[in-house]
């Protein structure tokens, strides 16, 4: 297990899981088996979170440019989600997860039956406080700050908001859920190196590990390992480096 340190583990982790289509291709298998082979690497990785006691975990599972894939595709993914949710959401509450969807919740693509399900796992984990795991579902995090936009201009035109007074923290405040604190730490599996619409805003000053390992042979050594590298690295959110650390580096 990699060395992590209790005691400086991230608030916030997001995951872009990513190369499920690979590990599929590379085994003869169709792309949609990939996904499916996703949810046990998922699952492990909910239980290394939980036992670092990370507080957030944000996994990008569908995103709002993920529609241009083809129709099978598509409908699988959609019919996963239902079947996974149906699956693992006694399981997930019993763990004491709050379950969170973040993400274009209105659009008419999403079937009803999903919604359903997606409501009954929030309603059902709501008072959950082991740790909160927030589903990025049609998200982009284009339409994320668009959507916060909109509703802060309506707020500006009905005169409960002055323009003069829209600051850095009033988008903060408009965003899918107020309360999700910045990830300080994304990872992204398969070897890319892109946010691909992943968390724009509140990834601001996040640390973005990258791996080569493809998302179904990630699991919770990696999610260590991750949050080990995240550790080392010197966080400065614009200031200068410290001048007593450059001495003794000297
Ligand atoms: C990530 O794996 C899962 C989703 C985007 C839903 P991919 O399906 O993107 O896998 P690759 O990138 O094609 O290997
Ligand atoms: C990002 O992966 C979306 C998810 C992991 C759900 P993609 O595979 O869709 O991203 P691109 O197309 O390689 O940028
Ligand atoms: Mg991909």
Same mark, same amino acid.
């Given at each position: 297990m990699s060395e992590v340190d209790r005691a400086s583990v991230p608030v916030h982790v997001g995951i872009i899981?990513?190369?499920n289509g690979r590990w599929a291709n590379a085994r003869g298998l169709h792309r949609t088996q990939g996904h499916a082979q996703g949810e046990p690497a998922l699952f492990d990785v909910v239980h290394g979170a939980l036992d670092l006691g990370i507080q957030w975990l944000t996994v990008y599972t569908f995103s709002t440019e993920n529609w241009n894939r083809d129709e099978y595709e598509v409908n699988f993914l959609m019919e996963f989600n239902v079947d996974l949710l149906e699956r693992r959401r006694d399981e997930l509450h019993e763990l004491g997860v709050c379950v969170r969807f973040m993400g274009?919740?209105?659009d008419p693509r999403i079937p009803p039956v999903l919604l359903d399900r997606i409501r009954s796992a @929030?309603?059902?984990?709501?008072?959950n406080t @082991?740790?909160?795991m927030v589903f990025a579902f049609n998200y982009g995090g284009r339409a994320e700050i668009a959507s916060a936009a909109k509703r802060i201009a309506a707020a500006a035109l009905d005169g409960t908001l002055a323009a003069d007074d829209i600051s850095a923290d009033t988008v903060a405040a408009h965003l899918y859920i107020p309360a999700m604190p910045d990830p300080e730490l994304i990872i992204r599996t398969s070897g890319e190196q892109r946010t691909s619409?992943?968390?724009l805003w509140e990834a601001a000053y996040a640390e973005?590990?990258?791996?080569?390992v493809l998302w179904p042979d990630f699991d919770r050594e990696e999610?260590?390992?991750?949050v080990a590298e995240f550790q080392h690295r010197d966080r400065r959110f614009?200031?200068?480096?410290? @001048?007593?650390?450059?001495?003794?580096s000297r």
């Open positions: 899981m990513d190369g274009d919740m209105a @929030e309603d059902l984990t709501k008072d @082991e740790m909160t619409n992943f968390l973005y590990v990258f791996t080569d999610l260590a390992r991750c614009g200031a200068a480096v410290d @001048e007593s650390l450059k001495d003794s």
